[in-house]
């Protein structure tokens, strides 16, 4: 190949790719936010030779100072507005659910304050963010301490009006608890159509109660009494260790979940994994809900987190399954829970958790999913009472 020659798509590296992917990508959306910064945060001094910077910071740089929204994101302050955009972060802070050790109520500032680190662009995926859609940070649900369910339906409503306003719902957590309100408020908005969801773990977290409370041992239990969202298409990838309650596990026995180990994944593949999931999660559905536990990741990975189990999965085998997962569901909405900022080791977690989010909006953004044109058929336009079927 002679210089300058470019090589083919199949003997090209990934980095050749990129190369070439990034020459495709505009600077509108860069230039916009230029253009606000200086009228918003005045020119700089004249000593300043570089004129894009501003006298006061606003934007994606300096990345350790501003106000830190995930990524920087506008702060819409009356969520009414929330359907303008296409991705809209939503922080829970709600530790109530918690068995051990609590903190994650801190994990919505914890993930906020890390994410200012990252630029929207990633040089892999070829995809830059703020070029190719509108993201918007509406805050934190107003959550209850000490009372679950009081919580619970705060946490319903919040959902139910950023996942009917066609704003695709991304929910910093917060503990495990809160997988049975957001889901809950997707249902609300479904109508007739249904949810699986995908759930990575090292916990199955479906037994009815714990400590006589629906705590963070226990949204999938109530989760999948709402008929919008069958037992059968709950697929749970990670699960195992020493942290695993049996009457948990006799739930999932009875109810038929799916389960895969970190040994089941490793033994069978990850692509061979990515299609068991989608497989069950996709029977008879018409969108899929992710629920990523941070500490299905390996402990030694992620140690800021409620209750780290070591033995998970490696970082790069999660975004892989996450990934390929994305690109290939209708993916309804995302959330990232049990980072606990109190017990994390230079924000590791966090960080970690960013990287979750992010690259969950770069592959919606690569399978055509986002930016939307439209509504989704699943998100049915009138909110509805859910309803729940007792398990026989």
């Known amino acids: 190949m002679t ?4 090589p083919s798509e199949q003997n090209s590296t990934e980095a050749q790719r990129a190369l070439e992917k990034e020459t495709q990508l505009s600077f ?10 200086l009228e918003f945060g005045l020119e700089a001094a004249e000593s300043i030779r570089d004129r894009t910077i501003s006298t006061f910071s606003r934007g994606e740089l300096p990345h350790y100072a501003g106000i ?10 009356d969520v009414r507005k929330v359907g303008e955009y296409d991705v809209a972060i939503v922080g829970v802070p709600h530790d109530s659910g918690t068995t051990y050790r609590p903190g994650t109520r801190f994990g919505p500032q914890g993930i906020r304050r890390i994410s200012a680190l990252y ?18 940070d509406v805050g934190d649900v107003f959550t209850i301490p000490g009372n679950n369910e009081k919580s619970f339906d705060q946490i319903s409503k919040g959902i139910a009006h950023i996942f009917g306003s066609g704003a695709f719902p991304i929910i910093l957590g917060g503990d495990h608890s809160i997988g049975f309100p957001t889901v809950r408020g997707v249902c609300r908005h479904l109508g007739d159509k249904k949810v699986g969801i995908i759930h990575f773990d090292r916990h199955v977290d479906t037994q009815e109660t714990d400590l006589d409370e629906r705590m963070h041992t226990c949204p999938w239990f109530h989760a999948t009494n709402i008929k919008n969202a069958p037992a059968k298409n709950l697929v749970q990838l990670g ?21 895969l180990t970190v040994t089941d994944i490793t033994e069978m593949g990850l692509d061979t994994a990515v299609e068991f999931a989608l497989e069950r999660a996709l029977d008879g559905t018409d969108c899929v809900y992710i629920s990523f536990d941070i500490d299905c990741i390996d402990a030694g990975f992620v140690p800021g987190t409620g209750w780290p189990e070591p033995g998970g999965l490696l970082p790069r085998e999660a975004l892989y ?6 690109q290939k569901a209708p ?50 336009p ?11």
């Open 3 to 6: 210089q300058g020659e470019r």
């Open 28 to 37: 509108t959306g860069w230039q916009q936010e230029v253009s606000r910064g």
């Open 68 to 77: 830190n929204t995930f990524l920087k994101a506008p702060y819409i302050e």
């Open 119 to 136: 630029t929207p662009y990633n040089f892999e995926l070829g995809v830059d963010l703020r070029e190719q859609i509108t993201l918007c």
């Open 239 to 259: 699960i195992g260790g020493w942290q695993v309650p049996r009457a948990g596990v006799k739930v999932c026995r009875d109810r038929a979940t799916n389960i």
């Open 321 to 326: 399954l996450l990934g390929k997962i994305v």
């Open 331 to 380: 993916v309804c909405g995302l959330e990232v829970v049990e980072v606990s900022p109190p017990y994390d080791v230079s924000d590791m977690t966090a960080l970690m958790a960013t990287r979750v989010i992010c690259d969950t909006m770069a592959h919606l953004v690569i399978s055509g999913q986002l930016p939307r044109k439209e509504k989704p058929a699943y998100i049915h």
């Open 382 to 392: 009138e909110a509805t009472p859910e309803v729940i079927s007792e398990w026989q």
